[in-house]
């Protein structure tokens, strides 16, 4: 059985893309206390596209550049969270070009689509 943070966390997000407009989101969500960093990045793509296609949201992803995400919640204490803390440590951007990833942003899109076409940083700047 997972521990479950009490207080929903408020999760403001914009997904930046190769060849489209930022989408923008806003959505609560309970996290598990051990939630990985990973996990946590996961969660949050799903849910930007819950009470959506489901079945579309990967192909959504496919050109993925950025994932910049603002959090809120009334209770401080999940600032303690691990998870919490590594989004924090990240200012809340996750990059997704691959000349731009890190190996944190390299296990998140390994074995899915998620940026799986997105295109270097120098070919998106000069397109």
């Given at each position: 059985m997972k521990i479950m943070f009490n207080e929903d966390i408020n999760f403001d997000v914009i997904?930046?893309?190769?060849?489209?407009?930022?989408?923008?989101?806003?959505?609560?969500?309970?996290?598990a206390v051990d939630t990985t960093e990973k996990d946590l990045v996961h969660s949050i793509l799903i849910g930007c596209f819950t009470g959506k296609c489901l079945d579309a949201y990967p192909d959504a992803l496919l050109d993925l550049c950025k994932l910049s995400v603002c959090i809120s919640c009334k209770e401080k204490d999940f600032l303690k969270l691990p998870c919490i803390k590594a989004l924090i440590k990240r200012n809340g951007k996750y990059y997704f070009q691959p000349n731009q990833r890190d190996e944190m942003e390299n296990d998140i899109v390994k074995n899915t689509v998620i940026a799986s076409k997105t295109k270097n940083f120098e070919e998106r700047a000069n397109a």
């Open positions: 997904l930046s893309f190769d060849d489209k407009d930022q989408e923008f989101f806003n959505f609560n969500m309970k996290l």
